[in-house]
């Protein structure tokens, strides 16, 4: 059995707590320098069909407001009804939860879905990333280095059945 | 019931922030009014005093659906200030910009914002349950025209490569060329895009107005050329603020552009562009419009969407020559040197024609910016087109009549956020 072909992509902007799907990013790029697992910042969920086939498992970062104290950390397993009946706001209209809808209906959305966000403050042109979010974007960090490496090691070690 | 007043508080599936309030008395539209409340973005302001250099990179913050347009048409102004004429090769990767930018965003509009209006589907979500393929294929464009973007500008949304003068980095060969399956792939699935959206019932309806875009004599308009209206004018870009001004309306934060001398509104986009250089369009293209059923040039709104395919057709069958014949320059950026001047520039953006003017010092530095971007041409238009489209279908129903409206907005591609600058929809029947 093949090690599990992962994307991680991190969606944000330059602005403010929106840099910290791109910062997590920017993390895993170098901690997962020697996995199988791909690294890509996107500037808007939509870009996700640029990149989504042929991967088994997709993880997803992004900075998100609504979901508690400035810091919070939220992780979903898609399909996720909370995160469709949330409505969230996007460009053209084609926020996180229509794009992944629109690549199951399309038939191309990979079988596992993992979706981290923080919760973020400001999102303002000109301004870095809130004190708050420092230790939480660590944490996401870490928790999905550790997890895309247990998935790795347990499928090439074909003992799935104990990860 | 002799008042009505409908609301679509938030239109969808357009870009930027802004509402529709149509106010009807009996059968008579009272109001229309396009009220775009997203805040003044202020970009002109934020350009004076920068050094010329960082204009390209802020102006292709303006917009990530078409960053492209707004820098080069940037440079394009800057360079006719300072007196720099580029070389062929420069000029050829600069179309080639252009023809991943089109590509991308006329892609996203067809499929996931316009062709629902037509197959009787709210989102681009929903008709994917029944056209997969068809949703597939134009996800698979714009993922080309992206690449393309990546390849040549540094990344897909606002790139990082164009700069005054030229790029500062030429891709290698194998870089671009590499593209060459993907679009020879795109060019056939442009055709089929054309023909499936042509087939679409579109309603019988024209706009009383002029049509305007660049026009060139050699070549189908993206960065170069005068301004060419449908009642037969040729306009140097040099006289455009002579001829097309700005004004404000009490309800927009954007500015409405409309004929200087008439006050009269006009239409900016692909319907313009095609109709007015139809005999420059790349032979696939010129071919398949010919076939399409559509007399040009065209004043039916609601047809935008086959000249949208139609530029298609042509950014991918351009995009192929370039590709197929790319050399890189061997000097990728004209030098130049400071010194206080003037100069104008409009470029086609996917929904438009783009214009700006700057005033430099001799240190290099911008004392003024005027940016007049496709949207703001357009609305004028829109409301007038609204007038005229609404009584055709003022017995439907709230939600019917809504829906035929924000279509017809939908049709022009509208970025909000250029022009100021999302929509929300009311109407008042009285």
Known sequence: MKPSRTLVVGVGSPHGDDQTGWIIA???????????????RAKAPVELFDWIDDFER????????????????????WPAEELVAAGWSGTHDLPLPVILQLADRLGRLPPRVDIWSIEGAVAKPLTGLSPELQASVSTVVRQIYADIVRDQTCTSNHSSEHC | MTERTIKVRAMTRVEGEGGLYVKLNRDVVEDVRLEIYEPPRLFEALLRGRML??????????????PVAYQMSSVHALEAALGVTTSPEIRRLRRLLYCGEWIESHALHIYLLNAPDFVGFDSGLDMASRFPA?????????????????????????????????????????ALQQLIPDFEWGLQ?????????????????????????????????????????????????GSYQYEFEERHVPHSTALHSVRRQTGDSYLVGPLARVSLNLDRLSPTARQTAGEVGITWPCFNPFQSIVARGLELIHAFEEGLDILRT????????????????????????????IYQHYTIDEEGKVVQAVIIPPTSQNQAQIEIDLRAW??????????????????????YDPCI????HFLKLRIERT
């Not at chain 2, 250099?53 to 078409?66: H, K, L, M, Q, S």
């Not at chain 2, 025209?145 to 891709?171: M, T």
């Open chain 1, 26 to 40: 920017e993390l895993l790029t170098k901690e997962l320098e020697s996995s199988e697992a791909v690294v890509r």
């Open chain 1, 58 to 77: 997709l993880v997803i970062c992004d900075a998100c407001q609504g979901l508690g104290s400035v810091g919070d950390v939220g992780h979903w397993k």
């Open chain 2, 53 to 66: 250099e960082d204009v390209p990179d802020i102006t292709a913050r303006i917009c990530g659906i078409c």
């Open chain 2, 134 to 174: 068809e949703v597939n294929r134009g996800l698979r464009m714009k993922k080309y025209g992206n690449r393309l973007l990546e390849i040549l500008g540094g990344r897909a949304i606002h790139p990082v490569n164009v700069a005054v003068g030229g790029f500062y980095r030429a891709p290698r060969r194998e």
């Open chain 2, 189 to 237: 699935a442009a055709i089929e895009t054309t023909r499936w959206v042509a087939g679409f019932a579109f309603p019988n309806f024209a706009c009383d107005t002029q049509l305007v875009s660049l026009s060139h004599p050699d070549e189908y308009p993206m960065n170069e050329g005068h301004i060419a209206t449908t009642a037969g004018e040729s306009i140097p870009v």
């Open chain 2, 326 to 353: 790319y050399d890189p320059p061997r000097q990728p950026r004209i030098e130049y040197t400071y010194k206080a001047a003037s100069g104008c520039a409009a470029t086609e953006a996917p929904r438009g024609t």
């Open chain 2, 390 to 411: 609404v009584p055709r279908v003022i017995h439907e129903t709230e939600a019917v009549l809504s829906r035929q409206c924000e279509n017809l907005v939908r049709c």
């Open chain 2, 417 to 420: 956020s250029c022009s100021t």
